[in-house]
T-cell receptor, first 115, second 110 residues
């Protein structure tokens, strides 16, 4: 069975450019999460959706970040304009649970480098 | 903001040795999960504990949830190179947010 699929796996861009990260959750999962991982701050929840509706975006660092989930099988995380401090690994995860206590299934991550 | 502290931050031991890593908070957990993350991959769930004092075993791994529900430990017996990875605890503090600890990076030397 296919797991959570993220693209691109690696992205190198210059400061000021727009970055779009994509995620396909596991079929049948109704919750989707975007996390960011850095050495300094660990794994941080940015936003999560339940049944395609954003539930909590309090972890989104600033207005340069936005996330959408137009349907149950696709989500995007966009950074515009990107800055060097946005460099991190961005993970998408999905779950069958409506809350955050169920098992999270993570994708392999998108490693972003902003020069 | 609830903080989840893991210790040690780094641990490197010889194959065959035993080890324990810890996850602590000043706040009470509703539930706690342990994940393992290998390089280039996302975290994978190992176990969920929900009851204070609960002990769960997964082959050579023993997970314990503190009686006061503010701490947890992971004990590995006879460590093997395949145990190498980043071990993350993740807690729910009753507000429907899953907070991850900063992790323990474990290296098992053959």
């Amino acid at each position: 069975d296919a797991g959570v699929i993220q693209s691109p796996r690696h992205e190198v861009t210059e400061m000021g450019q727009e970055v779009t990260l994509r995620c396909k959750p596991i079929s049948g999962h109704n919750s989707l999460f975007w996390y960011r991982q850095t050495m300094m701050r660990g794994l941080e929840l940015l936003i999560y959706f339940n049944n395609n509706v954003p539930i909590d975006d309090s972890g989104m660092p600033e207005d340069r970040f936005s996330a959408k989930m137009p349907n149950a099988s696709f989500s995007t995380l966009k950074i515009q304009p990107s800055e060097p401090r946005d460099s991190a690994v961005y993970f998408c995860a999905s779950s069958t649970s409506g809350s955050l206590t169920g098992e999270l299934f993570f994708g392999e991550g998108s490693r972003l480098t902003v020069l | 903001t609830q903080l989840l502290e893991q210790s040690p931050q780094f641990l490197s031991i010889q194959e065959g040795e035993n080890l324990t890593v810890y996850c602590n908070s000043s706040s009470v957990f509703s539930s706690l999960q342990w994940y393992r993350q290998e390089p280039g991959e996302g975290p994978v769930l190992l176990v969920t504990v929900v009851t204070g004092g609960e002990v769960k075993k997964l082959k050579r791994l023993t997970f314990q949830f503190g009686d006061a529900r503010k701490d947890s430990s992971l004990h590995i017996t006879a460590a093997q190179p395949g145990d190498t990875g980043l071990y993350l605890c993740a807690a729910n503090f009753g507000n429907e947010k899953l907070t991850f600890g900063t992790g323990t990076r474990l290296t098992i030397i053959p």
